[in-house]
């Protein structure tokens, strides 16, 4: 039995070594997807919400007192400037202008009389037949009534343009709004009551505001040479409309506030855009895209290559070797399915896009292009 016991003891031991002496093979390498950085020219967008706002506005208002006769004009429709939209009743300042007219015509009369009394007295005086003192009071006369005259004559070009008051017209061509009086209304002039506005919509603003910060940022990247911005008037802005849909125009910036809003700290900032169709309409709200110069020197990157954590964005890069390394880059814009990279990549890095949760740093890899079929799906599956 001990016999037995040693023999099978030491046929265990040889199929022990026969084992031990063929080691597993190192499994492969992982595969991943790469796409190789080109850089290029990207345009440089900032997308921000904004609001629409006439060109120009006008409130309508009655400058005399009176009754309203009549509306003139339909409302929610296009007029010209100076066309009539009220008649407020005129006959009090027409019987006013032919008050003043009168007393126009006496102060004309009057001065008339005081200046022939003064050439008849030039020649009386140096005759001596008249006094010194006679003709100076004669001169005076004269004055006082050339005086009057000449205050009747403004008076009468104010009852005149009173009565001109009475005919309500169109200081600027628009689209008018509701009227705010109805016939018989009485309006006053003190008070400046409201009769309507007018809204110019062809071409049209949108105001939205820029933070100090990106303001500075792009100062500084302008200096640096890396964003190439063209003058105010030539910066084009696109508007996305609240159903999503982007507007068939483009505009551009025209006014760009030089002080910061204590309270919001971001800067005023207005587009010009032309609205021949009457898309856009004051106070309703849209989404402004900025394009902000030129970046000479960007990538387009994948977004499923970026790792966002509280440090900041990274991407793989594949060293020399096959090895994966870490780089820590600088974003910019989101668009679509790719992120903008500004700093960290230089022109031909290659990034890894997929496969990133199998490798870690340092790790040999099996590159393959993002544009290449992946060798899992290359092979058939076997049977």
């Avoid at 022939?116 to 006679?134: C, H, M, N, P, T």
């Avoid at 008070?191 to 100062?219: C, D, G, H, K, W």
Wanted: glycine letters at 6%; aromatic letters at 4%.
């Amino acid at each position: 039995m001990l016999q037995l016991a040693r023999s099978g003891s030491a046929l265990c031991l040889v199929l022990l070594c026969s084992c031990s002496s063929k080691a597993p093979p190192a499994p492969p390498p992982p595969e991943v997807r790469v796409v190789t950085a080109k850089a290029q020219s990207i345009e440089n967008i900032s997308e921000v919400p904004g609001r629409v706002q006439a060109v120009r506005t006008s409130q309508v208002r009655a400058r005399v007192d009176g009754i309203v006769e009549r509306r003139l004009y339909d409302e929610g429709t296009d007029v010209k400037a100076g066309q009539t939209l009220f008649v407020i009743d005129p006959r009090e300042y027409r019987s006013n202008v032919s008050a003043v007219a009168a007393t126009l015509t006496r102060a004309q009369a009057t001065a008339a009389n005081a200046r022939q009394d003064v050439e008849r007295y030039k020649g009386l005086v140096k005759e001596q037949a008249i006094s010194q003192q006679e003709f100076d009071a004669a001169m005076a006369r004269l004055r006082t009534a050339d005086a009057d005259v000449e205050q009747t004559q403004a008076q009468l070009e104010s009852a005149k343009l009173n009565l001109s008051y009475t005919t309500v017209t169109a200081p600027i061509a628009g689209r008018a709004g509701r009227a705010q009086v109805t016939e018989g209304a009485l309006v006053s002039a003190a008070s400046a009551t409201l009769l309507t506005t007018i809204e110019q919509l062809e071409p049209i603003y949108v105001n939205f505001s820029q933070s100090s910060a990106y303001l500075m940022a792009i100062r500084r990247e302008m200096a640096a040479g890396t964003l190439k911005v063209p003058e105010l008037g030539k910066v084009a802005v696109t508007l996305l409309l609240e159903d999503g849909s982007t507007y068939p125009h483009s505009g551009h910036l025209n006014f760009l506030d030089l002080s910061i809003d204590q309270a919001t700290g971001t800067a005023a900032v207005r587009a010009e855009f032309p609205n021949p169709e009457r898309i856009l309409l004051p106070g309703q709200f849209v989404r402004a895209r900025v394009e902000v110069g030129i970046r000479p020197h960007g990538f387009w990157i994948p977004q499923r290559a970026i790792q966002l954590s509280q440090s900041g964005a990274t991407v793989m890069t594949i060293a020399e070797g096959d090895t994966v390394a870490p780089r820590p880059v600088k974003l910019g814009d989101q668009r679509g399915d790719k992120w903008i990279v500004l700093e960290g990549l230089q022109d031909g890095d290659r990034v890894v896009v997929d496969g990133i949760q199998k490798v870690q740093p340092g790790a040999h890899v099996r590159v393959i292009s993002a544009d290449e079929p992946a060798a899992s799906a290359a092979k058939p599956a076997e049977q």
